[in-house]
């Protein structure tokens, strides 16, 4: 591997398999019937995933996934609606942030960085409020790597009446979500996370009858699920310029997703990536951030050394010229980097990923870790 194509240990954009990027090789046709059977297979395969085809439809939205977020948020929750944001990180805190931009009515619920949200803490929360009507929640915050429990609270939310809206951005594909037994409203994920395609396209599995009842609740036209839904169910075709080299490379790496055994062969690569940069990196001395318990196969924060000779812009540009490109830290209070274990990388890559690690501190001479 050549330093011209550092391996990616983030959380998307990822590293992605050769034929993923040989998909991209080809033009499209926006209107063609060709690209518009590649999308509705696209839809059909995501959906299937989370057992969605019954109770739901997949939109697929231009743009990075914070802008499926907006617009699920846009056409999905009234506008007398009330959203109780869950915040344990900065990707929770971005969803409160839009609410706030849309002009939708919202309360937060924030807990520590290493602190999941629980069912009870949901339950306390709707029954002091009745004028809440729909629940988002950041299935892993990718600040941290944090895993939330989503089962419990979903069914605490049903209990209550109210609706879920699931940012399941970095964990879709790769942790089982099942819509027959999780109710939601909405559950939101994009082309260059767990399913190792490219970015540029996110999606929104809408539940059937909520999306029915949503027309004119968008403050945008662009980002309007219902409209989006409704034409493409008309025509099959997107309503504006669709990214289609993202969804070729997308429709690519769903038919390696399905070869190599869908989502619990996805998700214990995975988890055995996570396993051993733990391991390796434990050795080194570096701690991870938060408690095996709640630690998502996804992306891991480390303490960063404390000795004053570490930088971590230095550290970074060392580690990638030896072909491995880290995160920076998200966290307010403690130093931290991330690395992530998704992608096309396996445990061999992850080992020879920690022993650059190992090598730059040595060259950086950074002995209290």
Same mark, same amino acid.
């Given at each position: 591997?050549?330093?011209?194509?550092?391996?990616?240990?983030?959380?998307?954009? @990822?590293?992605?398999?050769?034929?993923?990027?040989?998909?991209?090789?080809?033009?499209?046709?926006?209107?063609?019937?060709?690209?518009?059977?590649?999308?509705?297979?696209?839809?059909?395969?995501?959906?299937?995933?989370?057992?969605?085809?019954?109770?739901?439809?997949?939109?697929?939205?231009?743009?990075?996934?914070?802008?499926?977020?907006?617009?699920?948020?846009?056409?999905?929750?009234?506008?007398?609606?009330?959203?109780?944001?869950?915040?344990?990180?900065?990707?929770?805190?971005?969803?409160?942030?839009?609410?706030?931009?849309?002009?939708?009515?919202?309360?937060?619920?924030?807990?520590?960085?290493? #602190?999941?949200?629980?069912?009870?803490?949901?339950?306390?929360?709707?029954?002091?409020?009745?004028?809440?009507?729909?629940?988002?929640?950041?299935?892993?915050?990718?600040?941290?790597?944090?895993?939330?429990?989503?089962?419990?609270?979903?069914?605490?939310?049903?209990?209550?009446?109210?609706?879920?809206?699931?940012?399941?951005?970095?964990?879709?594909?790769?942790?089982?979500?099942?819509?027959?037994?999780?109710?939601?409203?909405?559950?939101?994920?994009?082309?260059?996370?767990?399913?190792?395609?490219?970015?540029?396209?996110?999606?929104?599995?809408?539940?059937?009858?909520?999306?029915?009842?949503?027309?004119?609740?968008?403050?945008?036209?662009?980002?309007?699920?219902?409209?989006?839904?409704?034409?493409?169910?008309?025509?099959?075709?997107?309503?504006?310029?669709?990214?289609?080299?993202?969804?070729?490379?997308?429709? #690519?790496?769903?038919?390696?997703?399905?070869?190599?055994?869908?989502?619990?062969?996805?998700?214990?690569?995975?988890?055995?990536?996570?396993?051993?940069? @733990?391991?390796?990196?434990?050795?080194?001395?570096?701690?991870?951030?938060?408690?095996?318990?709640?630690?998502?196969?996804?992306?891991?924060?480390?303490?960063?050394?404390?000795?004053?000779?570490?930088?971590?812009?230095?550290?970074?540009?060392?580690?990638?010229?030896?072909?491995?490109?880290?995160?920076?830290?998200?966290?307010?209070?403690?130093?931290?980097?991330?690395?992530?274990?998704?992608?096309?990388?396996?445990?061999?890559?992850?080992?020879?990923?920690?022993?650059?690690?190992?090598?730059?501190?040595?060259?950086?001479?950074?002995? #209290?870790?």
């Amino acid at each position: 591997m050549s330093t011209a194509e550092p391996i990616l240990l983030t959380p998307g954009p @990822l590293t992605t398999s050769a034929r993923t990027r040989q998909a991209m090789m080809v033009d499209w046709g926006s209107w063609d019937d060709r690209f518009n059977q590649l999308t509705a297979s696209l839809c059909e395969q995501l959906l299937s995933i989370v057992n969605g085809a019954d109770s739901h439809h997949c939109v697929p939205l231009q743009g990075s996934g914070t802008f499926a977020v907006e617009a699920a948020i846009g056409t999905l929750v009234p506008r007398d609606g009330k959203v109780l944001v869950l915040i344990n990180g900065a990707y929770g805190k971005r969803l409160a942030k839009i609410c706030e931009y849309l002009g939708r009515s919202f309360s937060t619920f924030e807990t520590a960085e290493d #602190e999941p949200t629980t069912a009870a803490d949901v339950d306390r929360l709707l029954r002091a409020d009745a004028s809440i009507t729909h629940v988002a929640l950041i299935h892993c915050e990718t600040s941290t790597g944090i895993l939330n429990p989503l089962a419990d609270i979903a069914q605490v939310i049903a209990q209550h009446g109210k609706r879920l809206i699931i940012d399941a951005m970095s964990s879709f594909g790769a942790l089982p979500i099942d819509a027959r037994q999780v109710p939601f409203d909405a559950l939101i994920a994009a082309s260059g996370k767990c399913l190792e395609g490219v970015p540029g396209m996110g999606f929104v599995f809408a539940n059937k009858q909520a999306l029915a009842t949503a027309a004119g609740n968008s403050h945008s036209l662009a980002m309007d699920l219902f409209d989006q839904h409704s034409y493409m169910a008309k025509t099959g075709q997107w309503r504006f310029t669709p990214p289609t080299h993202v969804v070729a490379a997308l429709h #690519e790496a769903l038919l390696q997703y399905n070869e190599e055994g869908g989502l619990p062969v996805r998700h214990q690569r995975y988890a055995d990536n996570c396993q051993v940069l @733990l391991e390796e990196m434990a050795r080194l001395g570096l701690r991870s951030f938060l408690p095996a318990a709640i630690q998502a196969p996804i992306i891991v924060t480390f303490h960063a050394p404390r000795d004053p000779r570490y930088q971590f812009k230095a550290f970074y540009e060392r580690v990638k010229a030896k072909g491995f490109i880290l995160y920076p830290g998200k966290l307010t209070q403690v130093e931290t980097f991330r690395v992530g274990c998704i992608g096309h990388v396996n445990q061999a890559e992850m080992r020879a990923a920690v022993a650059a690690v190992a090598e730059v501190l040595r060259e950086m001479e950074v002995l #209290e870790i």
